[in-house]
DNA sequence: TCCAAGTAGTTTGATATCAATATAAAATGC
DNA sequence: GCATTTTATATTGATATCAAACTACTTGGA
């Protein structure tokens, strides 16, 4: 049997309309966009995202990063360890929980952040001008939104 | 210094607005929802894109279907490997160019598809329908399109 | 013809991802 | 108080991801 056993109908809708598919595409290019972007600083787009999340008044615990994250808990527990071995962060156990630990920012992680959240103010304006180009359907502060709900 | 050094404001519109971010959470959220999907098959999100990719007429190059994916080659070179140690596909040399392989569907890798092609129609339907309940807004066809343009 | 430049794919090394499992501490029920 | 259950995190193992460097082949030009 050469021909597929799946109709062919079946094959486009697939390609062409999941949503999986779609987020992922989009998640790598522009995971590696952002990627290249802090890459002189030594920072991944996700490590920038993490550091960012505990650069204002809270302080989750690690369990709770993840959450926000939309990470698995053991997915946190591995990038905790490499950001708190550059020095960037240190893993405090929480007072009223012995189980529970808090990352929270070192000296190291709040000048590295501060140094990377223009480049990211700069390529996120470039973004939205490549968006407001290409489709002026949806305005990118919503389009996050949306993104973050999906799943 | 106890306060962060970047502006309370700079902090938040990073969090609440960072397409890169939005991006990951939501490719995260599916890659879950969609490898649980296909555990029951050993199947997980990525393997079944790339495959559906394979069920069509299409048969590219393993250079052309990363690009397709939006993946890096060597990330490509990994998921063919694997695959093809499963028996779902053989990577045959191109007869023109010798440095270039063609992945090619087995049987056993179409058996396969035909048993998953079921289950993601289901699952899919079921996202469209959450979709319409939180926010109306957008199509999730016109969604998939504008996730596939993003980067 | 032959060499230089470009192209297709692979390998290596680091981090990311998650399931399954393990460990320790907290909370619950009796 | 003590046993059971739940919760927070860590460990292991497999795949995913990409940059950098590599090999082998092709192409273009002298």
Redesign the interface.
Known sequence: ?QQ???P?E???Q?????????????????????DRLFAPLGLT??QF?ML??L???WQPRLGELAEF????ATTMTAAAKTLEKRGLLHLIPDQADARARRPV?T?AG??L??QA?PL??AE?GK?HAE?AE??A??D????????????
């Open positions: 049997m597929s056993s799946l062919i079946t094959v486009l697939i390609r062409d309309q999941c949503l999986c598919l779609a987020a992922q595409r989009a998640a790598r290019k522009l995971a590696r966009r952002f787009n996700g995202s960012v999340a650069s204002g008044q994250l939309a990470m698995d920012l000296e709040r000048v952040i501060a959240a990211w103010c996120h973004l968006l290409t489709q359907s949806t990118p502060k919503a389009l996050a939104q949306l993104l973050s709900q999906l799943g």
